[in-house]
């Protein structure tokens, strides 16, 4: 089963907005709203960042944001900060109770 | 506060399993799914299964159907992970995660994630 497809790598300036997206398919992004966006530093756990497409957790800055249009979700990250350099994950509820992940998109501040 | 504690490192020879421990506190253990990700060196994240705790009931990738089994002990609110005939492509960090609701059967995302637990497979 094929993972979401992601930029492998994006990059912007201090105070820039950037913009991932993760390509699925009708049977998992276009088809439920139970996208989600995670943060992974290196030797970290992964931290959730936007769930069901647009929704924030507690605690994460709004300088991250979602959206969705047909089988593409995007995640935006405005105002670039240093901090922001991770790698960065998509996640879908796919058909048949199972899940999937994008490939990953390592953000690069410059 | 809201946790789960995995166990510790692990090293294995090509052919041998391994039993990886995940330890809920500060929320309802069967209320929520627990999900099992795993991450190869320098590789993205990869979906592995999950376990409802309330009912025991399990949903693993087709990948590793046949060779991961999920468990858990409602008692001590922990979830196990167990992968057999390990493989050097094995070697991983594998994470559990806490995901929607066992109650209301919804989902939503993986909000709790453990620390993570590396598993090498050398001969």
């Known amino acids: 089963q094929s993972a979401l497809t992601q930029p492998a790598s994006v990059s912007g300036s201090p105070g820039q907005s950037i913009t991932i997206s993760c390509t699925g398919t009708s049977s998992d992004v276009g088809g439920y709203n139970y996208v989600s966006w995670y943060q992974n530093h290196p030797g970290k756990a992964p931290k959730l960042l936007i769930y069901n497409v647009s929704k924030r957790p507690s605690g994460v800055s709004n300088r991250f944001s979602g959206s969705k249009s047909g089988n593409t979700a995007s995640l935006t990250i405005s105002g670039l900060q240093a901090e922001d350099e991770a790698d960065y994950y998509c996640s879908s509820y796919r058909s048949s109770s199972s899940w999937v992940f994008g490939g990953g998109t390592k953000l690069t501040v410059l | 506060q809201v946790q789960l504690v995995q166990s510790g490192a692990e090293v294995k020879k090509p052919g041998a399993s391994v039993k990886v421990s995940c330890k809920a506190s500060?929320?309802?253990?069967?209320?929520?799914?627990i999900q099992w990700v795993r991450q190869a060196p320098g590789q993205g994240l990869e979906w592995m299964g999950w376990i409802n705790p309330n009912s025991g009931g399990t949903k693993y990738a087709q990948k590793f159907q046949g060779w991961v089994t999920m468990t858990r002990d409602t008692s001590i609110s922990t979830a196990y992970m167990e992968l057999t005939r390990l493989k050097s492509d094995d070697t991983a960090v594998y994470y559990c995660?806490?995901?929607?609701?066992?109650?209301?059967?919804?989902?939503?995302?993986?909000?709790?994630w453990g620390q993570g637990t590396m598993v090498t497979v050398s001969s």
């Open positions: 995660a806490r995901e929607g609701n066992t109650v209301t059967n919804g989902h939503d995302a993986f909000d709790i």
């Open positions: 500060g929320y309802s253990f069967t209320g929520y799914f």
